[in-house]
Protein backbone atom coordinates (compact mmCIF):
# COMPACT_ATOMS: atom_id res chain seq x y z
CA UNK A 1 0.00 0.00 0.00
CA UNK A 2 1.82 3.25 -0.96
CA UNK A 3 2.09 5.99 1.49
CA UNK A 4 3.05 9.27 0.77
CA UNK A 5 3.97 12.15 3.37
CA UNK A 6 2.29 15.45 2.73
CA UNK A 7 3.42 18.59 4.41
CA UNK A 8 0.40 20.88 4.80
CA UNK A 9 1.02 24.48 5.33
CA UNK A 10 -2.57 25.79 6.86
CA UNK A 11 -1.62 29.42 7.26
CA UNK A 12 -3.22 32.22 8.27
CA UNK A 13 -7.10 33.97 7.31
CA UNK A 14 -8.90 31.18 5.90
CA UNK A 15 -6.24 28.64 5.09
CA UNK A 16 -6.87 26.55 8.20
CA UNK A 17 -10.44 26.54 7.22
CA UNK A 18 -10.02 25.27 3.84
CA UNK A 19 -7.39 22.97 4.48
CA UNK A 20 -9.11 21.13 7.01
CA UNK A 21 -11.29 20.02 3.78
CA UNK A 22 -8.11 18.86 1.95
CA UNK A 23 -7.74 16.61 4.25
CA UNK A 24 -10.85 15.50 4.57
CA UNK A 25 -10.75 14.58 1.09
CA UNK A 26 -7.12 13.56 1.47
CA UNK A 27 -8.51 10.59 3.80
CA UNK A 28 -11.73 9.81 1.88
CA UNK A 29 -9.14 9.49 -1.51
CA UNK A 30 -6.64 7.04 0.85
CA UNK A 31 -9.55 5.08 1.64
CA UNK A 32 -10.57 4.48 -2.01
CA UNK A 33 -7.29 4.19 -3.35
CA UNK A 34 -5.90 1.86 -1.00
CA UNK A 35 -3.19 5.02 -0.33
CA UNK A 36 -1.90 6.02 3.01
CA UNK A 37 -1.65 10.15 2.88
CA UNK A 38 0.15 11.35 6.21
CA UNK A 39 -0.22 14.54 6.44
CA UNK A 40 1.68 17.12 8.92
CA UNK A 41 0.85 20.14 9.88
CA UNK A 42 3.77 22.88 9.85
CA UNK A 43 3.50 26.61 10.28
CA UNK A 44 4.18 29.34 7.80
CA UNK A 45 3.47 32.80 7.21
CA UNK A 46 1.73 34.79 9.90
CA UNK A 47 0.95 31.66 12.30
CA UNK A 48 5.05 31.33 12.01
CA UNK A 49 5.67 34.68 13.23
CA UNK A 50 3.24 34.42 16.02
CA UNK A 51 4.54 30.60 17.40
CA UNK A 52 7.64 31.63 17.29
CA UNK A 53 7.36 35.10 18.75
CA UNK A 54 5.51 33.84 21.51
CA UNK A 55 8.57 30.63 21.96
CA UNK A 56 11.36 33.39 22.33
CA UNK A 57 12.82 31.97 19.17
CA UNK A 58 13.82 33.96 16.42
CA UNK A 59 10.93 35.88 14.53
CA UNK A 60 10.50 33.66 11.03
CA UNK A 61 7.39 33.35 8.95
CA UNK A 62 9.26 30.06 7.64
CA UNK A 63 11.01 28.45 10.73
CA UNK A 64 13.71 25.38 10.39
CA UNK A 65 11.61 22.91 11.42
CA UNK A 66 8.98 23.73 8.34
CA UNK A 67 11.82 23.75 5.65
CA UNK A 68 13.16 20.53 6.91
CA UNK A 69 9.72 19.05 6.71
CA UNK A 70 8.92 20.35 3.55
CA UNK A 71 12.45 19.27 1.97
CA UNK A 72 12.11 15.73 2.65
CA UNK A 73 7.96 15.47 1.98
CA UNK A 74 6.35 13.72 -0.60
CA UNK A 75 4.77 17.01 -1.40
CA UNK A 76 4.07 19.95 0.04
CA UNK A 77 0.50 21.34 0.31
CA UNK A 78 0.09 25.07 1.11
CA UNK A 79 -3.46 26.69 1.91
CA UNK A 80 -2.70 30.64 2.24
CA UNK A 81 -0.76 33.24 4.02
CA UNK A 82 -0.97 37.38 5.24
CA UNK A 83 -3.18 39.23 7.10
CA UNK A 84 -3.73 43.46 8.14
CA UNK A 85 -2.16 41.97 11.93
CA UNK A 86 1.11 41.15 10.27
CA UNK A 87 0.94 44.18 8.25
CA UNK A 88 4.19 46.01 9.79
CA UNK A 89 5.23 48.58 7.74
CA UNK A 90 8.75 49.17 10.12
CA UNK A 91 11.52 48.48 7.70
CA UNK A 92 12.55 45.18 8.97
CA UNK A 93 10.40 43.45 9.58
CA UNK A 94 8.83 39.93 9.16
CA UNK A 95 5.77 39.62 6.77
CA UNK A 96 4.22 36.62 6.30
CA UNK A 97 5.48 36.39 2.38
CA UNK A 98 8.97 35.68 3.28
CA UNK A 99 7.61 32.49 4.41
CA UNK A 100 5.92 31.69 0.67
CA UNK A 101 9.20 33.17 -0.72
CA UNK A 102 11.36 31.26 1.28
CA UNK A 103 9.86 28.00 0.45
CA UNK A 104 9.54 28.58 -2.81
CA UNK A 105 13.03 29.62 -3.21
CA UNK A 106 14.43 26.74 -0.94
CA UNK A 107 12.55 23.99 -2.80
CA UNK A 108 14.08 25.17 -5.97
CA UNK A 109 10.63 25.05 -7.43
CA UNK A 110 11.79 26.26 -11.23
CA UNK A 111 8.18 25.79 -13.01
CA UNK A 112 4.53 26.92 -12.79
CA UNK A 113 0.84 25.18 -13.43
CA UNK A 114 -1.73 27.06 -13.54
CA UNK A 115 -4.97 24.87 -14.99
CA UNK A 116 -7.53 27.17 -16.50
CA UNK A 117 -10.76 25.24 -17.33
CA UNK A 118 -14.08 25.95 -17.86
CA UNK A 119 -16.97 24.50 -15.08
CA UNK A 120 -20.28 24.91 -17.49
CA UNK A 121 -22.06 25.59 -14.12
CA UNK A 122 -20.25 28.59 -13.82
CA UNK A 123 -19.94 29.66 -17.53
CA UNK A 124 -22.10 33.22 -16.39
CA UNK A 125 -19.42 34.16 -14.07
CA UNK A 126 -17.12 35.24 -16.82
CA UNK A 127 -16.86 38.46 -18.39
CA UNK A 128 -16.53 36.68 -21.82
CA UNK A 129 -19.37 35.65 -23.71
CA UNK A 130 -20.30 31.96 -22.83
CA UNK A 131 -19.88 30.94 -26.76
CA UNK A 132 -16.13 31.90 -26.32
CA UNK A 133 -15.08 30.20 -23.19
CA UNK A 134 -16.60 26.63 -25.39
CA UNK A 135 -14.25 24.35 -24.04
CA UNK A 136 -11.65 26.17 -21.99
CA UNK A 137 -9.56 23.62 -20.40
CA UNK A 138 -6.11 25.37 -20.75
CA UNK A 139 -2.57 24.25 -18.95
CA UNK A 140 -0.48 27.23 -18.46
CA UNK A 141 3.24 26.28 -18.14
CA UNK A 142 5.38 29.10 -16.59
CA UNK A 143 9.34 28.74 -15.82
CA UNK A 144 9.78 30.34 -12.36
CA UNK A 145 13.56 31.40 -11.80
CA UNK A 146 15.02 32.70 -14.71
CA UNK A 147 14.62 35.82 -17.03
CA UNK A 148 14.06 39.72 -16.01
CA UNK A 149 12.95 38.63 -12.25
CA UNK A 150 16.34 37.13 -11.57
CA UNK A 151 18.30 39.26 -13.29
CA UNK A 152 20.37 42.39 -12.72
CA UNK A 153 18.52 45.26 -11.57
CA UNK A 154 20.40 48.73 -11.47
CA UNK A 155 20.55 52.08 -11.31
CA UNK A 156 23.18 54.38 -13.36
CA UNK A 157 24.12 57.21 -11.60
CA UNK A 158 22.85 60.66 -13.23
CA UNK A 159 24.87 60.94 -16.69
CA UNK A 160 24.00 64.40 -19.25
CA UNK A 161 21.31 64.08 -21.17
CA UNK A 162 19.45 61.12 -19.40
CA UNK A 163 16.90 63.42 -17.62
CA UNK A 164 13.86 65.30 -19.50
CA UNK A 165 14.96 67.88 -21.81
CA UNK A 166 18.40 67.18 -21.67
CA UNK A 167 19.29 67.48 -18.80
CA UNK A 168 21.31 65.20 -16.80
CA UNK A 169 19.36 61.60 -15.52
CA UNK A 170 19.23 58.15 -14.33
CA UNK A 171 18.93 55.15 -16.26
CA UNK A 172 17.78 51.93 -15.02
CA UNK A 173 18.18 48.46 -16.22
CA UNK A 174 16.78 44.86 -15.71
CA UNK A 175 18.89 41.99 -17.65
CA UNK A 176 17.12 39.08 -18.97
CA UNK A 177 19.22 36.21 -19.82
CA UNK A 178 18.30 32.26 -19.78
CA UNK A 179 20.24 29.21 -20.31
CA UNK A 180 19.74 26.01 -22.48
CA UNK A 181 19.24 24.12 -19.21
CA UNK A 182 16.46 26.38 -17.75
CA UNK A 183 14.38 26.75 -21.07
CA UNK A 184 14.73 22.64 -21.94
CA UNK A 185 13.54 21.35 -18.72
CA UNK A 186 10.63 23.68 -18.34
CA UNK A 187 9.50 22.97 -22.32
CA UNK A 188 10.12 19.26 -22.24
CA UNK A 189 7.80 19.24 -18.63
CA UNK A 190 5.32 20.84 -21.33
CA UNK A 191 5.50 18.42 -24.10
CA UNK A 192 5.36 15.41 -21.63
CA UNK A 193 2.25 16.86 -20.41
CA UNK A 194 1.09 17.52 -23.64
CA UNK A 195 1.16 13.92 -23.76
CA UNK A 196 -1.47 12.97 -21.29
CA UNK A 197 -3.98 15.84 -22.61
CA UNK A 198 -5.04 16.94 -25.60
CA UNK A 199 -1.47 17.03 -27.23
CA UNK A 200 -0.64 20.56 -28.58
CA UNK A 201 1.75 22.91 -27.01
CA UNK A 202 1.89 26.62 -27.98
CA UNK A 203 5.55 28.16 -26.92
CA UNK A 204 5.14 31.08 -26.32
CA UNK A 205 8.35 33.89 -26.69
CA UNK A 206 8.84 37.23 -28.45
CA UNK A 207 11.58 35.89 -31.12
CA UNK A 208 11.02 38.63 -33.52
CA UNK A 209 12.62 41.24 -30.58
CA UNK A 210 14.34 39.46 -28.06
CA UNK A 211 17.57 36.92 -28.12
CA UNK A 212 16.41 35.20 -24.94
CA UNK A 213 13.41 34.41 -27.07
CA UNK A 214 15.18 33.14 -29.94
CA UNK A 215 17.50 30.77 -28.08
CA UNK A 216 14.08 30.23 -26.40
CA UNK A 217 12.50 29.20 -29.77
CA UNK A 218 15.36 27.00 -30.76
CA UNK A 219 15.49 24.65 -27.95
CA UNK A 220 11.72 24.36 -27.81
CA UNK A 221 12.47 23.41 -31.25
CA UNK A 222 15.00 20.68 -30.31
CA UNK A 223 12.93 19.42 -27.83
CA UNK A 224 9.87 18.96 -29.72
CA UNK A 225 11.40 16.63 -32.13
CA UNK A 226 11.68 14.32 -29.15
CA UNK A 227 7.65 14.16 -28.86
CA UNK A 228 6.95 13.77 -32.78
CA UNK A 229 3.36 12.83 -31.47
CA UNK A 230 3.12 16.57 -29.94
CA UNK A 231 1.49 18.83 -32.16
CA UNK A 232 4.22 21.94 -31.31
CA UNK A 233 3.46 26.00 -32.67
CA UNK A 234 5.27 29.19 -31.46
CA UNK A 235 3.05 32.54 -30.45
CA UNK A 236 4.41 35.96 -30.38
CA UNK A 237 3.59 37.18 -26.25
CA UNK A 238 1.59 39.83 -27.88
CA UNK A 239 -0.63 37.90 -30.12
CA UNK A 240 -1.17 35.12 -27.32
CA UNK A 241 -2.51 37.82 -25.18
CA UNK A 242 -5.10 38.12 -27.85
CA UNK A 243 -5.69 35.28 -28.67
CA UNK A 244 -6.39 34.09 -24.80
CA UNK A 245 -9.58 36.06 -25.14
CA UNK A 246 -10.79 36.47 -28.98
CA UNK A 247 -10.36 32.22 -29.05
CA UNK A 248 -8.72 30.33 -25.78
CA UNK A 249 -10.33 27.14 -26.52
CA UNK A 250 -7.30 26.33 -29.22
CA UNK A 251 -4.89 26.32 -26.31
CA UNK A 252 -4.17 22.78 -24.68
CA UNK A 253 -0.66 23.59 -23.14
CA UNK A 254 1.01 27.04 -23.61
CA UNK A 255 4.60 27.05 -22.18
CA UNK A 256 6.78 30.50 -21.90
CA UNK A 257 9.45 32.14 -19.87
CA UNK A 258 8.71 34.22 -16.57
CA UNK A 259 7.60 37.44 -17.24
CA UNK A 260 5.53 36.60 -19.90
CA UNK A 261 4.28 33.74 -17.79
CA UNK A 262 3.14 35.62 -15.27
CA UNK A 263 1.39 38.08 -17.21
CA UNK A 264 -0.63 35.57 -19.20
CA UNK A 265 -1.25 33.21 -16.13
CA UNK A 266 -3.45 35.91 -14.90
CA UNK A 267 -5.00 36.95 -17.95
CA UNK A 268 -5.87 33.25 -18.46
CA UNK A 269 -7.42 32.63 -14.60
CA UNK A 270 -9.71 35.38 -15.05
CA UNK A 271 -11.52 33.25 -18.34
CA UNK A 272 -13.22 31.58 -15.48
CA UNK A 273 -14.10 34.89 -13.85
CA UNK A 274 -13.59 33.12 -9.68
CA UNK A 275 -10.60 33.27 -7.95
CA UNK A 276 -11.97 30.63 -5.39
CA UNK A 277 -11.58 28.36 -8.18
CA UNK A 278 -8.32 28.00 -9.18
CA UNK A 279 -5.22 26.18 -8.01
CA UNK A 280 -1.52 25.89 -8.91
CA UNK A 281 1.40 24.04 -8.70
CA UNK A 282 4.85 24.94 -8.68
CA UNK A 283 7.31 21.68 -9.71
CA UNK A 284 11.50 21.11 -9.35
CA UNK A 285 13.72 18.65 -9.31
CA UNK A 286 12.83 17.76 -5.41
CA UNK A 287 9.60 18.25 -3.70
CA UNK A 288 6.61 19.95 -5.23
CA UNK A 289 4.51 22.52 -3.80
CA UNK A 290 1.00 23.20 -3.97
CA UNK A 291 -1.73 26.04 -3.54
CA UNK A 292 -5.03 27.81 -4.18
CA UNK A 293 -4.15 31.13 -6.20
CA UNK A 294 -6.30 33.08 -3.92
CA UNK A 295 -4.91 34.75 -0.46
CA UNK A 296 -6.03 34.68 2.63
CA UNK A 297 -9.30 36.37 3.19
CA UNK A 298 -9.15 38.03 6.18
CA UNK A 299 -12.58 39.66 5.52
CA UNK A 300 -14.23 35.94 5.65
CA UNK A 301 -12.18 34.90 8.00
CA UNK A 302 -13.12 32.52 10.77
CA UNK A 303 -16.69 32.15 9.18
CA UNK A 304 -16.91 29.12 7.70
CA UNK A 305 -17.86 30.64 4.04
CA UNK A 306 -14.92 30.29 2.57
CA UNK A 307 -14.69 28.19 -1.01
CA UNK A 308 -12.82 25.44 -0.46
CA UNK A 309 -12.39 24.17 -4.14
CA UNK A 310 -8.80 25.96 -5.29
CA UNK A 311 -7.60 23.96 -2.49
CA UNK A 312 -9.16 20.75 -3.22
CA UNK A 313 -8.10 21.09 -6.94
CA UNK A 314 -4.78 21.87 -5.55
CA UNK A 315 -4.87 18.19 -4.26
CA UNK A 316 -6.41 17.09 -7.54
CA UNK A 317 -2.99 18.31 -9.08
CA UNK A 318 -0.85 17.10 -6.37
CA UNK A 319 -2.41 13.59 -7.09
CA UNK A 320 -1.69 13.98 -11.03
CA UNK A 321 1.68 15.47 -10.45
CA UNK A 322 3.33 14.05 -7.68
CA UNK A 323 1.78 10.92 -7.36
CA UNK A 324 0.94 9.84 -10.93
CA UNK A 325 -2.18 8.82 -9.39
CA UNK A 326 -4.76 10.23 -12.62
CA UNK A 327 -7.88 8.11 -12.15
CA UNK A 328 -8.24 9.75 -9.07
CA UNK A 329 -7.41 13.28 -10.02
CA UNK A 330 -9.92 12.74 -13.02
CA UNK A 331 -12.94 11.58 -10.59
CA UNK A 332 -11.83 14.74 -8.35
CA UNK A 333 -12.51 16.97 -11.15
CA UNK A 334 -15.20 15.46 -12.13
CA UNK A 335 -16.51 14.74 -8.81
CA UNK A 336 -16.60 18.88 -8.85
CA UNK A 337 -18.25 19.62 -11.31
CA UNK A 338 -20.87 17.53 -10.98
CA UNK A 339 -21.44 19.00 -7.53
CA UNK A 340 -21.46 22.42 -9.32
CA UNK A 341 -24.08 20.81 -12.01
CA UNK A 342 -26.30 19.73 -9.38
CA UNK A 343 -26.71 23.60 -8.25
CA UNK A 344 -24.53 23.83 -4.64
CA UNK A 345 -22.63 26.69 -4.10
CA UNK A 346 -20.34 28.48 -1.74
CA UNK A 347 -20.89 32.20 -1.49
CA UNK A 348 -18.68 33.47 -3.78
CA UNK A 349 -19.96 31.60 -6.64
CA UNK A 350 -23.68 32.11 -6.16
CA UNK A 351 -25.85 34.24 -8.24
CA UNK A 352 -29.25 35.81 -7.80
CA UNK A 353 -30.39 32.27 -9.37
CA UNK A 354 -29.09 30.48 -6.67
CA UNK A 355 -31.90 29.11 -3.87
CA UNK A 356 -30.33 30.02 -0.57
CA UNK A 357 -30.62 26.52 0.38
CA UNK A 358 -28.47 25.70 -2.13
CA UNK A 359 -25.83 27.85 -0.40
CA UNK A 360 -23.22 26.34 1.28
CA UNK A 361 -20.47 26.82 3.93
CA UNK A 362 -17.02 25.51 3.46
CA UNK A 363 -17.31 21.90 5.35
CA UNK A 364 -20.69 21.30 3.72
CA UNK A 365 -19.19 22.39 -0.06
CA UNK A 366 -16.04 20.09 1.62
CA UNK A 367 -18.54 17.06 2.04
CA UNK A 368 -20.53 17.42 -0.74
CA UNK A 369 -17.05 16.83 -3.08
CA UNK A 370 -16.21 13.91 -0.88
CA UNK A 371 -19.57 12.20 -1.68
CA UNK A 372 -19.55 13.54 -5.22
CA UNK A 373 -15.97 11.38 -5.50
CA UNK A 374 -16.71 8.42 -3.41
CA UNK A 375 -19.35 8.00 -5.49
CA UNK A 376 -17.56 7.77 -8.77
P1 LIG B 1 -7.47 37.41 -1.43
O1 LIG B 1 -7.31 36.46 -2.54
O2 LIG B 1 -7.19 36.91 -0.07
O3 LIG B 1 -8.98 37.99 -1.41
C1 LIG B 1 -9.54 38.74 -2.49
C2 LIG B 1 -11.08 38.64 -2.40
O4 LIG B 1 -11.47 37.34 -2.80
C3 LIG B 1 -11.61 38.84 -0.99
O5 LIG B 1 -12.86 39.51 -1.06
C4 LIG B 1 -11.82 37.44 -0.47
O6 LIG B 1 -12.85 37.33 0.48
C5 LIG B 1 -12.17 36.67 -1.75
N1 LIG B 1 -11.71 35.29 -1.68
C6 LIG B 1 -10.44 34.83 -1.83
N2 LIG B 1 -10.40 33.51 -1.69
C7 LIG B 1 -11.67 33.12 -1.45
C8 LIG B 1 -12.25 31.85 -1.21
N3 LIG B 1 -11.55 30.71 -1.20
N4 LIG B 1 -13.59 31.81 -0.97
C9 LIG B 1 -14.33 32.92 -1.00
N5 LIG B 1 -13.84 34.15 -1.24
C10 LIG B 1 -12.50 34.24 -1.45
O7 LIG B 1 -6.56 38.68 -1.77
P2 LIG B 1 -6.24 39.99 -0.91
O8 LIG B 1 -7.47 40.42 -0.19
O9 LIG B 1 -5.58 40.89 -1.86
O10 LIG B 1 -5.15 39.52 0.13
C11 LIG B 1 -5.44 39.14 1.48
C12 LIG B 1 -4.18 38.61 2.12
O11 LIG B 1 -3.74 37.45 1.42
C13 LIG B 1 -3.00 39.60 2.06
O12 LIG B 1 -2.32 39.54 3.27
C14 LIG B 1 -2.15 39.08 0.91
O13 LIG B 1 -0.81 39.42 1.07
C15 LIG B 1 -2.36 37.59 1.05
N6 LIG B 1 -2.15 36.83 -0.17
C16 LIG B 1 -1.61 35.59 -0.01
C17 LIG B 1 -1.43 34.78 -1.10
C18 LIG B 1 -0.90 33.39 -0.88
O14 LIG B 1 -0.91 32.91 0.23
N7 LIG B 1 -0.42 32.72 -1.92
C19 LIG B 1 -1.80 35.21 -2.38
C20 LIG B 1 -2.39 36.46 -2.51
C21 LIG B 1 -2.56 37.28 -1.39
Not at 205 to 234: G, Q, Y
Not at 245 to 268: H, R
Request: charged share 20%; aromatic share 6%.
Amino acid sequence: MPTYRIVTLPGDGIGPEIMDEAKKLLAAIGSKTGTTFACEDQLIGGAAIDATRAAGEPVSALPPATLEAAQSADAVLLASVGGPKWDDPTPGAVRPEAGLLGIRKSLQLYLNLRPVRLWNALIGASTLKPEVLEGVDVLIVRELTGGLYFGVHERKADVAGAGVGGAAGQTAVDSMEYAEYEIDRVVRWAFEAAGRRRGRVCSVDKANVLETSRLWREVAARVAADFPEVEASNMYVDNAAMQLVYNPAQFDVLVTENTFGDILSDEASMLTGSLGMLASASLGDGTALYEPSHGSAPDIAGKGIANPIAQLLSVELMLRYSFQMDEAADQLAAAIGSVLDAGWRTADIADDSTPADHILGTSAMGDKVVEAYLAQ
